[in-house]
């Protein structure tokens, strides 16, 4: 558990300078200005059950995990922030703290996949419940709700189709009922949008996207303002054991310290790649949350800061045109994941979400997922014109 400076507080200092300085003190034994990388696995104690500076075993704490543990809580506005090894990892230690056999959870009915697979494959048969349900339905989200109903699970914007779910709106909703509302940040990251100040209790990051920001590293994040939430994280973190090395915690640190400037550049660039996109004879259909067009468009004006670097479209000609565009694009490197400094192009109903494919779930098979990088606009734009012609 890594205090971090107060919730919202409006005189902590900017978030790029947050992102530089938060849990980042040079080193007090050697004035290092980045954090060292404490690769150790244990720690000398000065006296029988007496750790120096707290640290006692790497499971239960490292100071360089501490550094990023405290930086994420910052860039949130969290009292709270741990780290884990995976996005997945930090989604288990949550359902396992929060919840217990015979709660009830509800899930987008677009969930990322890894997460639906979690609770569906092993917090069911551990005794979860749960039901999907389209968060941009308020109604339809209150009829969900059960009197075991413990915690409201939102992803916004969407993947692949970038839907955008009210936040404010459902954590009044989770509120009223006794539940907790829980963000998976994610495809926006702290930069663009603050769950916690909209009235969400837990911030669930898949660090390993636009906050490692590299393509080097895979973590996971929880922050929360809740102390007695923070108490069970702190313990199910340390009992489960599903925590980053140092290496990693370092890789993903190094990543924070450059989340504003980079995501400015990929807000930047995707807004040139959908004003082409928006243009093209060959393309019917964009889906990007700061398009005017776009269903969410207010909500997502009024709760994110910019529109982020994700843009979905479908090509004229089904799925052998959108086939055709993602094998011959050159910068655009065809691959899973999203949120690096690289553009990548995927065809989601192949690909990333494959296995929804004959449910409910299926995306459009003309549909092509763009993760705008941060390369420059012009090179992005000739590449797409030239797959597209
Ligand atoms: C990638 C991702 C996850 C899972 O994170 P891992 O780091 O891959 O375990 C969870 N949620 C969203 C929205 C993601 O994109």
């Not at 007090?28 to 000398?44: E, H, K, N, R, W």
């Not at 000609?317 to 192009?345: D, P, Y």
Request: hydrophobic share 40%; charged share 20%; aromatic share 6%.
């Amino acid at each position: 558990m890594t205090p971090a400076p107060g919730p919202h507080d409006p005189q902590s200092p900017g978030f790029a300078t947050r992102a530089i300085h938060a849990g980042q003190d040079p080193d007090p034994l050697t004035g290092a200005v980045a954090v060292p990388i404490y690769q150790t696995s244990t720690f000398a104690q000065d006296e029988v059950g007496q750790p120096r500076a707290g640290y006692d075993y790497s499971r239960a704490g490292n100071p360089t995990r501490t550094a990023l543990e405290q930086a994420l809580a910052a860039l949130e506005g969290g009292r709270s922030g741990f780290a884990f090894a995976s996005g997945m990892a930090a989604a288990d230690t949550y359902i396992r703290a929060a919840l217990r056999p015979g709660d009830h959870l509800i899930l987008p009915d677009d969930a990322y996949g890894g997460t639906f697979r979690l609770v569906d494959k092993i917090c069911v048969p551990w005794g979860l419940t749960y039901s999907t349900v389209s968060l941009g339905d308020l109604a339809a989200v209150r009829a969900a709700i059960r009197p075991t109903t413990k915690v409201i699970w939102c992803e916004t914007p969407t993947n692949p189709l970038l839907g955008i779910a009210d936040i404010a709106a459902l954590a009044e909703i989770a509120h009223e009922s006794g539940a907790k509302l829980l963000v998976d940040n994610t495809f926006a990251s702290p930069y663009l949008q603050q769950p916690l100040a909209l009235g969400a209790d837990v911030v669930l990051h898949s660090t390993t996207k636009y906050v490692g920001g590299h393509s080097d590293v895979i973590g996971g994040a929880l922050i929360v303002d809740d102390p007695e939430l923070a108490e069970a994280l702190a313990f199910h973190s340390k009992s489960m054991g599903a925590v980053p090395g140092p290496v990693d915690a370092w890789l993903t640190l190094r990543g924070v310290k450059t989340l504003a400037v980079r995501m400015d550049r990929h807000c930047d660039n995707a807004e040139r790649v959908v004003e082409l996109l928006v243009g093209h004879p060959r393309v019917a259909r964009v889906y990007y949350p700061g398009l005017p067009a776009h269903p969410g468009h207010a909500i997502a004006a009024r709760q994110m800061r910019r529109s982020g670097g994700m843009v979905s479209f479908s090509v004229v000609g089904g799925q052998e045109e959108a086939l055709k565009v993602c094998r011959r694009t050159q910068l655009f490197t065809l691959g899973e994941s999203l949120g690096g400094v690289e553009s990548l192009i995927e065809h989601p109903g192949l690909m990333t979400h494959a296995s929804v494919a004959g449910s409910a779930l299926q995306v459009p098979d003309d549909l092509i997922r763009l993760s705008v990088g941060i390369e420059d606009a012009d090179d992005l734009l000739a590449d797409l014109r030239d797959a597209l012609d």
